[in-house]
């Protein structure tokens, strides 16, 4: 069931595996926040906006599906960090195609100027975008863009790709 313009809006957060180590291990690369920081500053963004976010960390890539099949019903958006699954999974690009909800992938690292293997995602083609590069603001630009998107859709707006 689909909401209309002025419902409550929810949108899910997803964070790939490892996630859960950060601000604890190789700050030079992902940064000195933690997961707890950044969902803290993603929930403040929520309130101003006037939505709500549910938040999921996984290391299994099954509970990442479960969680997008979840979302139907629950959520209206979809924000993820699919970690090092962004280039591997085709089950998680799968799910997010089924439920084909508003989705942005967001990166902590720029993931173009790192290893050529990270330049690939299985992941963004089934996304209305990708946020790659600013650390905690990945996700806060990430998740304006989903609830952004999310509006537009519910007043019939037209996106960039129609
Ligand atoms: O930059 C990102 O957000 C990544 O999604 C992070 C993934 C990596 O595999 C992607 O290529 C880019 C890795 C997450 C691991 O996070 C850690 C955090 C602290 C310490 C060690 C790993």
């Known amino acids: 069931m689909h909401k209309s313009v002025g419902e409550h809006m929810n949108i899910l957060v997803l964070h790939g ?37 549910a938040i999921v960390q996984s290391n299994h890539e099954g ?39 508003p989705t942005v992938e967001v990166h902590l690292s720029n993931i173009h100027r790192r290893e050529e293997f990270r330049s690939h995602s299985f992941i963004a083609p089934v996304t209305e975008g990708q946020i790659t590069g600013f650390g905690r603001d990945s996700y806060l630009l990430g998740l304006r863009a989903v609830f952004s998107l999310v509006k537009k859709r519910l007043s019939g707006e037209p996106g960039c790709d129609t």
């Not at 699919?82 to 909800?101: C, E």
């Open 17 to 53: 595996p490892n996630l859960n180590l950060l601000g604890t291990r190789e700050p030079g690369i992902y940064g000195v926040d933690t997961l707890e920081t950044i969902n803290e500053g993603l929930r403040d963004l929520a309130q101003e906006l006037g939505c709500t976010v």
């Open 63 to 101: 509970t990442l599906v479960d969680a997008i099949q979840g979302a139907l019903g629950m959520a209206e958006g979809i924000l993820i960090n699919p970690a090092a699954y962004t280039h591997t999974s085709i089950a998680i690009r799968d799910a997010l195609a089924a439920v084909s909800l």
